[in-house]
């Protein structure tokens, strides 16, 4: 007999040799229809696999993220075995499980085409419906070699030849179906519940342009029905928000070939940029920040005592001055170090904090730039705290509340992800354990709840990372806390003590925004590029129905433009119909319309945006009803 431990601690007796199904099934029948994997020792096993001694076991299910991952990995056997079906001379590459689905790489002389993927669909839920087990070998090397190169797979050929002569091979079989794989899997198909094949694309073999371009196909897997059509719904709100086209469609700013990743801002892109940095000074005032702004050129000396150039070379541009190295700026904080530097400091002036809205440059993949999202220039709403060791806790905390203060006002959720130090990092154990424990602290004294990504700090220090979640449930890393004990030593700043002595300051590095550029393509989308009125680069749109108001339209704009909104008179010799529906495919917040009655009264007939209902009402309302909105960012 061995002992199984339970994940409530229990422990239960079972013969040598039980499979991790029947345990499931022993402690309840439930638990037996749904578990997926298990979980032995810290180790993901099929439930098909045998227990041969005392271990910890727990299963995974699939409203879990490791479910999830295994309904979808097997998902891409599934669509695999049926492309087989379908196009028997199909060679297969790979076929992993990925953040949103699964894709697969095939080489095929028959080019796919979406009315393919529908047949591939029908033939996979034939599969699915079959319950086929999918039944896990491990055999030698050579065995494995012999195999595929008789099936004439190739790719298949070339990685298990990549693997040291004495390794053991691991492959699924389902039915008339076998493929190299390292597992685990879903103990049957029958446990794919809802899929769909999204999407046809090229991809290099091993990612390499050198190699053959193959075709791969994208699908997306759930555990239910209902699940799948939530997440596909979410796909064509998220099309429709596509910040690119509404960024064109409203005239906020425009990518050209002339400067690919470096974004053009036109009128009314400035008008939301600006409003965004008038309430980021606003904010950062009444917060006690004070604003600098560095050289955006600097020379390689700086740039090695910062850690830059040996840790970030690959994404920096450079240049030369009276035949000596200098560097754009892909960060700002090295410029805030020398602006420190400036003046001898006592700690009676700490905590000092430098705020910059610093234009970065760094290098960026062509294939990685998206819109506003990847771009090779951008503005970092940065922010540099020096303290002391002792400030710590509370700094970190003002700043979250900071944080929380700006996301709120835009109606963006958020949770906080805590990463801890990289293998390419500066510094000693002790200086990154206390660093690590005062973010830690900070997170647990607002009642954060926070996540814990292991080694994925910045090179120089541990760093809390916001993560907004917009009106479709997307998640967007914006926020960034990072403290840093590190760069102040480097830069050997100082600040003389209580004591009369010496002292080296901790400093925080901190996003709000995080690049203004990608936060506006975030909100374009996060609103369907409807802005609320204090954001919106046209606030009001006047509409006369004839001539004979033309004169009383434009003397409502001036009154309004006197005071600071944003106002345009459609005075147009077009129909009044025609310019309501132009005013909505724009989304100008309100529009008014003026006939000879609204002339006559002092009137306007307010058509807001998104609400059916009009209504009538005086000049001075319709103003003092707009400017509260604005100023509460309504």
Not at 19 to 42: H, P, T
Request: include cysteine.
């Amino acid at each position: 007999m061995i002992n199984v431990t339970l994940k409530d601690g229990s422990v239960k007796e079972f013969e040598a040799g039980v499979s991790y199904l029947e345990i499931a099934k022993a402690i309840n029948q439930k638990l037996g229809k749904q578990a997926l994997l298990a979980v032995v020792d810290g180790v993901n096993k099929d439930l098909s696999d045998k227990l041969e001694n005392d271990a910890t076991v727990e299963f995974v299910t699939p409203d879990t993220p490791e479910g999830l991952h295994a309904i979808r990995h097997t998902c891409a056997h599934v669509m695999a075995q049926a492309i087989q079906h379908l196009f028997p001379d199909v060679k297969f590459a790979i076929g992993p499980a990925i953040a949103n689905g699964f894709y697969y790489d095939l080489d095929s002389e028959h080019v796919f085409t979406p009315e393919d993927l529908a047949a591939i669909e029908k033939e996979m839920a034939r599969i699915v419906k079959q319950n086929i087990p999918l039944v896990r070998a491990e055999i030698p090397r050579t065995m494995a070699l012999d195999y595929f190169a008789a099936k004439d797979e190739k790719y298949k050929v070339e990685l298990i030849t990549d693997l040291p002569e004495d390794a053991i091979i691991s492959t699924y079989t389902q039915g008339d179906f076998t493929d190299l794989c390292a597992g685990p899997h879903c103990p049957s198909t029958g446990r794919v519940k809802a899929f769909k094949l999204q999407s046809i694309a090229g991809a290099y073999w091993r990612g390499n342009e050198k190699n053959k371009m193959l075709q791969r196909i994208y699908g997306t897997a759930f555990p239910s029905k209902e699940e799948l059509d939530a997440y596909l719904h979410m796909l064509e709100e998220a099309a429709k928000r596509d910040h690119r086209k509404l960024g064109k469609e409203l005239d906020l700013f425009a990518i050209m070939d002339e400067g690919p990743g470096f974004p053009f801002f036109l009128p009314n892109g400035m008008i939301v940029r600006n409003t965004l940095i008038d309430y980021w000074r606003q904010v950062h005032k009444r917060y006690g920040y004070e604003e600098i702004k560095t050289p955006m050129i600097l020379n390689r000396e700086l740039w090695e005592r910062s850690g830059h150039w040996d840790h970030y070379k690959e994404n920096m541009y450079f240049t030369q001055i009276d035949e000596m190295d200098y560097a754009v700026k892909p960060m700002n904080c090295p410029g805030g170090m020398l602006v420190y530097k400036i003046h001898p400091h006592s700690y009676k002036e700490l905590p000092i904090r430098a705020g910059e809205l610093g234009l970065v440059h760094r290098h960026e993949l062509s294939g990685a730039l998206h819109g506003l999202f990847r771009v090779r220039c951008f503005t970092q709403d940065d922010a540099h705290i020096f303290m002391m060791p002792s400030q710590i806790r509370s700094e970190i905390k003002n700043v979250i509340t900071l944080f929380d203060e700006v996301y709120a006002t835009f109606g963006l959720k958020y949770h906080a992800e805590l990463s801890t130090r990289p293998e390419n990092s500066i510094g000693d154990d002790a200086t990154w354990e206390l660093a690590t424990n005062g973010l830690r602290e900070a997170l647990e004294d607002c009642g954060l709840d926070y996540i814990i990504n292991e080694g994925d700090g910045a090179f120089y220090g541990p760093k809390i990372d916001f993560h907004l979640q917009d009106s479709i449930g997307r998640t967007w890393q914006c926020g960034t806390i990072q403290l840093d004990m590190q760069l102040p030593e480097r830069f050997d700043l100082t600040y003389t003590g209580e004591d009369g002595l010496k002292h080296r300051p901790v400093m925080i590095h901190r996003v709000v925004y995080g690049s203004i550029e990608r936060f506006i393509g975030i909100l374009i989308e996060h609103y369907a590029g409807a802005f609320p009125a204090w954001l919106a680069p046209c606030q009001v749109r006047i509409l006369n129905i004839t001539d004979n108001q033309k004169a009383y339209a434009h003397e409502i704009a001036e009154k309004m433009d006197a005071l600071g909104l944003r106002v345009w008179v459609d005075d147009r010799n077009e129909k009044l119909g025609y310019k309501i529906r132009e005013a909505q495919v724009k989304k100008v917040p309100y529009t008014l319309v003026v006939g000879d009655a609204e002339m006559e009264n002092g009137q306007v007939n307010v058509r807001q945006r998104g609400v059916q209902e009009q209504s009538t009402m005086s000049v001075d309302e319709f103003i003092a009803k707009l400017q509260a909105e604005i100023a509460a960012k309504a």
